[in-house]
């Protein structure tokens, strides 16, 4: 049963360890103190990550293997660097470049039915891959 009201249809906010309810206000103002470069490669990280264990990559990989997860998340991933990576400096975006790099010649491998020069999940955005 739910804790939602017709007033907070998500329910009442998470507890902290202490019992109390998280201060809102307090984590707002944290998250505006976080520099835009941080956010934006942690964002990338975690897409990156998410990527990896889908493509099998990750201990007892193909119990978690998802081709299709992949290249939505290899999609994504290329989107945020190739609209960002002019923002956060090639000191930053060098690193996100190479693991995306690295993850679409994965997803090739274990493609299957391999997808046309271009075609691959992100291509769009970064032009061919090539092993």
Do not use: C, W
Not at 54 to 59: F, I, K, Q, R
Not at 69 to 96: M, N, Q, W
Request: no cysteine; glycine share 10%.
């Amino acid at each position: 049963m739910s804790d939602a009201t017709p007033e907070n249809p998500a329910g009442p906010a998470p507890a902290d360890a202490d019992g109390s309810a998280p201060d809102f206000d307090t984590m707002t103002r944290d998250i505006a103190d976080v520099p835009a470069v941080e956010v934006i490669t942690t964002v990338a990280v975690h897409l990156m990550s998410a990527a990896a264990v889908n493509l099998g990559l990750a201990e007892e990989g193909d119990q978690h293997k998802d081709l299709d997860e992949a290249r939505k998340l290899i999609h994504a991933l290329a989107g945020l660097v190739d609209a960002g990576g002019t923002e956060i400096s090639s000191f930053h975006a060098a690193p996100l470049r190479d693991g995306l790099k690295s993850l679409q010649l994965a997803f090739r491998e274990a493609s299957t039915v391999p997808d046309a020069p271009g075609q691959g999940p992100g291509e769009k955005y970064t032009g061919a891959v090539y092993g």
